[in-house]
């Protein structure tokens, strides 16, 4: 309804004063109108006239040209014109936004890759990689919502020092390379060891120079056995069977977590060769440059910073697997746009590696996007970090989420678990920092996944009293109308977080909407009223649209809880 009314105000505003301007309404406190305009405003700098003079004018010629939809037009301020639609309008927009109907038409057409996720084998699966696949789902929904044609990539490091630093400490604790003690390992403790090998071997290339100069080695020989295609030798029997085991791990997480598959999987090994190739190949044009041995990119004569693309023995760095990647992506999916997800932190490294791409392959840089997301916290604003060691894996926050469950005293399910996990997460704007606190997000009350999970049971229950007809009518009292008018904002809020990439604007939303029902419910009597079948439907109406919220963010919404 907001776009068709944008649409039509649009027009009669260049039939009466011969004058393009790009209407865009917004939501007054319902007193004073369903939309606002402020049209008056900006014709009036063209027009030479006094806004209040031009809405006037407006509030007459609206009225009368779009009296099928609009019940009454104000005037307010300066000049805003207010408009408040007839019930009937009303009605039709309910209508038209249930059964999943809203399409925003903001990447139609568009082949959209969205990567998200990208652990690294042989590593901790920490709660900030569990935030990135949380926001990746979701905004690849989004896509999908706006029309695009979705392609969802994870990728992983399983090549590269810290590969290197993992091994150097399985090594060390199976006793030298004896690829069999891995079979002594249980399955469920294989990602928390090798989590600690990591640590181990952080604290080894930290801490003392020749097990420093045994990673760098072991970071060559992980390259090697990729070349050579070894899966013989102990040290790559080793290194086979535990990057499997990660992405055993990964696997379960991701199934878990409920999250829509991956179309494809791209390991650091893939796109390595394609990526040194060409950082040698601009060496030659002059984008890179040679320094102490290494191929760096002058960052600082650019404005941002300088980094090692290939390092002094040869090997490739993050930055030079990274332009591989983007290569890989081009060539292979010829995008229209490709929106990456990473943490804050590396900002200013994909700024680098991206300019670098761009003066080679602009057109590639041109259609990508990078949104940053914050530093997830536990409560109390412990970061997580896994080189320091202390860090919350992925699955430990589930776990801790089930165990707040647990002791909240009401029986809940894995759906609900995974609705308090993932709400808690999504309802922060992307790029501030989260904190989270289990108990706070398995509630039942206040904003949280659970709560909107069991407002929607609520509504299926008051509906399932009966199960006669329930139609909505062409008139609303008051109460109704407010309900109405909240539900009708359901599309603005899908087409904002469509627009923006921000899952948030919809959590906000549906909580706002809940809480309206409520209002609604506790004034209003449903079964056994004389507009029974009217208020049916208009309950109806908000249990779908919490059902298709609910969805856009990966979350269940159960008929019973």
């Known amino acids: 309804m907001k776009r068709e009314l944008e649409q039509a105000i649009q027009a009669v505003i260049k039939g009466v004063f011969a004058v393009d301007v790009a209407v865009e309404l917004t939501r007054p406190e319902e007193k004073f109108g369903d939309f606002a305009t402020n049209a008056a405003l900006q014709l009036a700098k063209v027009l030479g006239k006094q806004p209040r003079e031009i809405a006037a004018e407006l509030q007459a010629v609206l009225g009368e040209k779009l009296k099928e939809y609009i019940a009454d037009v104000s005037i307010a301020g300066p000049g805003f014109v207010n408009l408040k639609l007839h019930d009937s309008a009303l009605k039709d927009s309910l209508e038209k936004s249930r059964g999943n109907k809203i399409h925003t038409g903001r990447f139609t057409g568009q082949k959209v890759l969205v990567e998200y996720s990208d652990p690294n084998p042989l590593k901790p699966l920490h709660a900030g990689h569990l935030y990135t696949t949380l926001v990746g789902d979701v905004i690849a929904r989004l896509v999908a919502q706006g029309g695009g044609e979705v392609i969802r990539l994870n990728y992983g490091g399983d090549v590269g020092l810290h590969v290197a630093r993992s091994m150097w400490g399985i090594i060390k604790e199976l006793g030298g390379e004896h690829p069999d003690k891995l079979q002594e390992i249980p399955a469920e403790d294989r990602p928390s060891w090798l989590g600690a090998r990591y640590v181990e071997g952080t604290s080894a290339y930290e801490d003392n120079e020749q097990s420093k100069q045994e990673i760098i080695e072991n970071n060559r020989r992980v390259y090697d056995l990729h070349t050579n295609n070894d899966h013989e030798s102990p040290f790559a029997q080793i290194y086979w069977t535990c990057r ?178 993932k709400y808690a997460l999504l309802r922060v704007r992307i790029g501030s920092d989260v904190v989270y606190d289990p108990k706070e997000s398995i509630a039942l009350e206040g904003n949280s996944g659970p709560y909107l999970q069991y407002a929607h049971a609520r509504a299926r229950s008051i509906l399932a009293k009966d199960t006669g007809e329930t139609k909505l009518s062409e008139d609303f009292e008051p109460g109704e109308r407010t309900l109405a008018r909240k539900l009708s904002e359901y599309p603005d809020a899908v087409d904002k977080a469509v627009n923006d990439l921000m899952p948030h604007h919809i959590c906000g939303y549906l909580y706002e909407l809940a809480q309206s029902f409520n209002v609604f419910y506790e004034h209003n009597r449903v079964i056994g009223s004389e507009r029974q079948n009217h208020r049916l439907a208009l309950t109806s109406a908000y249990a779908d649209t919490l059902k298709q919220g609910l969805g856009l963010l990966g979350i269940t919404a159960p008929d019973s809880m």
């Open 244 to 421: 499997q085991w990660s992405y055993d791990y990964f696997r379960v997480l991701y199934e878990q977590l409920q999250i829509i598959p991956f179309d494809r999987f791209i390991p650091e090994s893939e796109v390595t060769e394609l990526g040194l190739k060409t950082v040698r190949e601009q060496l030659e044009k002059g984008v890179y440059k040679e320094s102490d041995g290494a191929v760096i990119y002058d960052g600082e004569s650019r404005g941002l910073h300088t980094r090692v693309f290939i390092n002094s023995k040869g090997l490739p760095t993050y930055e030079a697997k990274e332009v591989g990647l983007n290569l890989t992506k081009w060539r292979d999916y010829n995008f229209d746009q490709s929106i990456v997800i990473t943490a804050s932190e590396q900002d200013q490294y994909m700024q680098v590696v991206l300019r670098s791409i761009s003066e080679f392959e602009r057109t590639a840089v041109e259609r990508t996007k990078h949104i940053n997301h914050g530093v997830v916290k536990l409560q109390g604003g412990v970061k997580m970090s896994s080189r320091k060691g202390n860090t919350i894996a992925a699955l430990e926050i589930i776990e801790a989420a089930r165990k707040a469950a647990a002791e909240s005293g009401y029986e809940t399910a894995e759906h609900t678990v995974l609705a308090a996990i």
